[in-house]
């Protein structure tokens, strides 16, 4: 069984919006933070937002204002609503999750384009 299932990824013209989603498996227990992260051709992966268990958010730079993250404890769940998106928001997005062991785990990553 895949840890991390990860949907909602597309194409979409630049302002339009997407959202994505991250399913934990039910095998992963005490999941402690959850994000969701970016890399673009050529560059590194970046963390875009991520949420600790007591709903604390972080968002990079970027995409404050525009992407909202938000999880689903009943469900293990976690989303990336991304509104207003830019060309430069193209990249394959991956889910994190962190559990309070300190074990990580990575989503396969799902590709977000988006057109001028």
């Known amino acids: 069984q895949v840890p991390l299932v990860e949907s909602g990824g597309g194409l979409v013209q630049a302002g339009g919006s997407l959202r994505l989603s991250c399913a934990v498996s039910?095998?992963?227990?005490?999941?402690?933070?959850m994000g969701w992260y970016r890399q673009a051709p050529g560059k590194q992966r970046e963390l875009v937002a991520r949420i600790i268990s007591g709903g604390i958010t972080n968002y990079a730079d970027s995409v404050k204002g525009r992407f909202t993250i938000s999880r689903d404890n009943a469900k293990n769940t976690v989303y990336l609503q991304m509104n207003s998106l830019k060309p430069e928001d193209t990249a394959v997005y991956y889910c994190n999750i962190e559990t309070t062991d300190r074990y990580a785990y990575w989503g396969q990553g799902t590709q977000v384009t988006v057109s001028s």
């Open positions: 039910g095998r992963i227990f005490s999941v402690n933070v």
